[in-house]
């Protein structure tokens, strides 16, 4: 009950922002917060293999299903490379030779991104290699938890999955009526994936809406056609 008070307290919050907010310019990120630097330099190791996904698992789908709660208090242990490569793979891996994901998608389109902030280094995630690409050193979940209303699973997660989306990839073909709704129904799709994979983990995670978007955007220094839809804070259920 107190937690979905504080849930709605925040959604008040986040959207009377919004409402305020000034929407010509973008707003520069709370005072001290740094924000990213993209991977442009040649410095940083480019990319990270990840460990093959499984297709096994102990846990039945229905088992998953019945489990699956929000969580939102994590213990400060790290994720595995498999495991979090599970969790992307879960996201939008490769699933079969044309291409075609783990989640589906309008016309095969593939509009969504997915990122992972953890305490290392922020990553992009590569589909069609399954490996990670650096995309930003250093910590970045305390200015995330920052523009996300201070929900304090993004800084005590070890890992929160960050789902974006390209808009035009999918526009170009279903116009911009249908658009917003198939992108909408994909990242739920995508979503739900990593949340039932968490459960087949032993890990717990949370769905968070509630965020700043342009600020999101300009801490972890997304590319401007990508635009954020999703946080999902991953870890070990305290
Ligand atoms: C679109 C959407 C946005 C959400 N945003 C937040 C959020 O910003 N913060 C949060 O703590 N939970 C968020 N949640 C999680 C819900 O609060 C949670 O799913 C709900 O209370 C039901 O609990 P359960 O997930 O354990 O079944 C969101 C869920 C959805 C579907």
Redesign the pocket.
Known sequence: MR??V??WG??MF?LLSCTFAPTSSPTPAPTGAPTATPTSGAALPQTMALPPPRTKGPVSLEETMQK???V?EFKDTPLTLAELGQLLWAAQGITHPAGLRTAPSAGALYPLEVYAVTREATYRYEPAAHQLLVHARGDLRAPLYAV??M?D?ILHAPLTIVIAAVYERTSKKYGAERTPRYVALEV?HAAQNVLLQAVALDLGA??????LDDRVQQVLALPRDHQPL??IPVGHPK
């Open positions: 937690r979905s504080l849930f925040v959604t986040v699956r709660r929000s939102r996300a209303l929900q699973a739920g949370v769905p968070i809406g509630a965020f999703y946080l």
